[in-house]
């Protein structure tokens, strides 16, 4: 008999069977345009960082970037709208499924998806020549660490909110700001001391130095422990927090 | 299952909203293959209690006890045995009518195989087998309510909640939705409903309980109440545009009783005739008078002072 959070897991692919062309399409376009333009255009500018050329070095900040916003996407209203909209998260409680089921079913979905994007970036960026170590193996690992320590606090934050204008404040003042001073398009000692710990508490600069180690095989800034232990505990904070808020929504 | 032990067994049982009591302290028994109901007004406390019977909302007080099991500690369990139509249809909008069905069936753990087999017999019992490939958009509301019902039936539940399954829809509609529940019934399945039509409750229920303010006020089969709290037959006596107050000493001493409602008076008697002949022979001039046999409606106007639908 599979397992509930299988069963749940499944609705969620039975929707993007109508929808995979559409994505793979995306998934492929982006780092093409991304790499002819600020790559290949901006990069003759800079030149290097760390000793790498500024698109060796950007690659993997733009491929964590794009795991991050994609985990962030897919969990803002298509969450809320599961209780608010349609209560389809009420009719899957009214089964055999639990909360735990529904938020497992729904993060692997979200993995699932990231995976899919991270991988096609990785092979069109490896034909262009710019991943150099064996290590870009284990970036697929950090790109679904990543997903999850982004995912799992969104969708809490998508099942507790009222409104859906919060999604705007989400925007605005988490996603806008990790994403800019999280190390992807210049490194963080180069903030002011002041402002870097905001990229401390980002999942994404921790996404971004482990996948820059991958793909470099240089050492991070911090023990890759370390970084790994940072988002573990994001994805285990939201996970807490999505049992609660599901909880809340669902048995009233 | 012992055949003794009741499905739903509810003692004391209390849902509160903040200091608000939507609930308030009821007890119920409901024995396998019975069809039991929940008739009330708006905001009697049906849904609330009907949802902690689904075992999705917490009582808040009292004990309950689904198969004889803790909703609070055995929830996943005891819903996988359960089949619930919520009073508003809560389908999946993005899938098809056949994937509602094969998607839902997955959530209790059926293979895909059964799953579709499942998705071809439900389809085929809500008459929705020329549909199967259709969104659940574009559905009436009628159709929308016998997919929420088929699918709640997809894992041949021991127990099938059902919260107002035909409100909202046209009589014909309804009629279909009846005589599927009706043949649901027949198999055996025990049935709890919530509703606010007498006609719905008299058709389908073998018990019910009559709810007003989250309280039970009266309980028996539909029979029993009339019985119990109406007279055999009921005669509606209405004077054009005239004060309806202005006629109640004059039919005093009428049949059992009298009540006055807004467009009508209610004479309860043994004998609707032979009250009809006595309103005459005291020479009142009704616009127009009915004579018909008593029915739910008239032991919850009786109950509570209030009619059922306003
Ligand atoms: N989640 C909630 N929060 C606060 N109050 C609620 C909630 N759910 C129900 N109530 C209140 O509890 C009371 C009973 O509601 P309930 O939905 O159980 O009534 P009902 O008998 O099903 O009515 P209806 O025939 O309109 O469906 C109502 O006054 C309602 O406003
Ligand atoms: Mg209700």
Redesign the pocket.
């Given at each position: 008999m599979a397992h509930p959070t299988v069963a749940v897991l499944e609705r969620h692919l039975t929707l993007y069977k109508r929808l995979w062309r559409a994505s793979l399409f995306s998934s492929f376009v982006l780092p093409v345009l991304f790499l002819a333009s600020i790559g290949l255009g901006v990069g003759g500018y800079v030149g290097e960082v760390g000793g790498v050329p500024y698109v060796e070095w950007i690659v993997p900040g733009v491929l964590a970037s794009t795991a991050f916003q994609m985990a962030v996407g897919e969990c803002t209203y298509a969450v809320f709208g599961e209780f608010r909209w349609n209560r389809g998260a009420h009719a899957m409680f009214a089964t055999r499924v639990s909360v735990w089921d529904m938020i497992g079913g729904w993060l692997l979905y979200i993995v699932f998806r990231v995976e899919i994007a991270v991988v096609v970036f990785l092979l069109v960026v490896g034909a262009f020549g710019v991943l150099s170590s064996p290590w870009v193996v284990l970036t697929p690992l950090v790109a679904a660490l990543l997903a999850l320590a982004v995912a799992a606090p969104v969708t809490a934050f998508s099942a507790t909110i009222d409104h859906d204008s919060y999604f705007a404040l989400l925007f605005r003042f988490v996603m806008l700001p990790s994403t800019l001073f999280a190390g992807v398009f210049f490194p963080v000692e180069q903030l002011p001391a002041l402002v870097r710990p905001v990229a401390y508490v980002s999942p994404l600069w921790h996404g971004v130095e482990l996948a820059r180690a991958a793909t470099s095989g240089a050492a991070p800034p911090w023990p890759v422990w370390a970084h790994a232990g940072c988002l573990v505990a994001f994805a285990a904070g939201g996970l807490w927090w999505a049992g609660y808020a599901f909880r809340k929504r669902l048995q009233? | 299952m012992s055949g003794e032990q009741p499905l739903v067994r509810a003692r004391g049982l209390v849902?509160r909203?903040?200091d608000?009591v939507?609930?308030d302290g009821i007890d119920i028994d409901v024995a396998p293959g019975e069809a039991f109901g929940?008739l009330?007004?708006?905001?009697?406390?049906?849904?609330?209690?009907?949802?902690m019977i689904s075992c999705v909302?917490m009582p808040s007080a009292g004990e309950l006890r689904i198969f004889g099991l803790d909703p609070v500690r055995e929830g996943p369990r005891i819903r996988g045995r359960l089949g619930v139509c919520p009073?508003l249809d809560n389908l999946d909008p993005d899938l098809t009518v056949r994937e509602n069905l094969t998607t839902y069936a997955r959530y209790f753990g059926l293979s895909r195989a059964q799953a579709r087999a499942r998705a071809e017999e439900l389809l085929e019992f809500a008459q929705l087998s020329d549909r199967a490939l259709s969104r659940v958009e574009p559905l009436s509301g009628g159709m929308k309510r016998r997919l929420t019902i088929a699918r709640a039936m997809v894992n041949e539940p021991d127990l099938v909640l059902l919260?107002?399954p035909t409100?909202g829809l046209d009589p014909q509609a309804r009629h279909l939705l009846w005589e599927r529940l009706f043949r649901l019934k027949q198999r055996g399945v025990t049935l709890v409903l919530?509703t606010?039509y007498m006609d719905e409750a008299e058709q389908l229920c073998d018990r019910l309980v009559v709810?007003d303010g989250?309280r039970i006020v009266a309980e028996g089969s539909p029979r029993s109440l009339i019985e119990a709290h109406s007279s055999p037959e009921v005669v509606e006596v209405r004077f054009g545009g005239r004060e309806l107050a202005d006629f109640v000493a004059p039919l005093a001493g009428i049949g059992d009783r009298v009540d006055v409602l807004p467009d009508r008076i209610l004479v309860y008697a043994k004998d609707g005739d032979a009250a009809v002949s006595e309103v005459h022979r005291r020479g009142l001039v009704p616009s127009s008078v009915l004579v018909r046999r008593s029915s739910l409606e008239d032991v919850f106007l009786h109950l509570t002072g209030r009619t059922l639908v306003e």
């Open positions: 009233d | 849902k909203f903040g608000f939507a609930v929940f009330g007004p708006n905001g009697a406390g049906k849904s609330s209690t009907m949802r909302s009073q919260d107002e409100t919530t606010h709810m989250g």
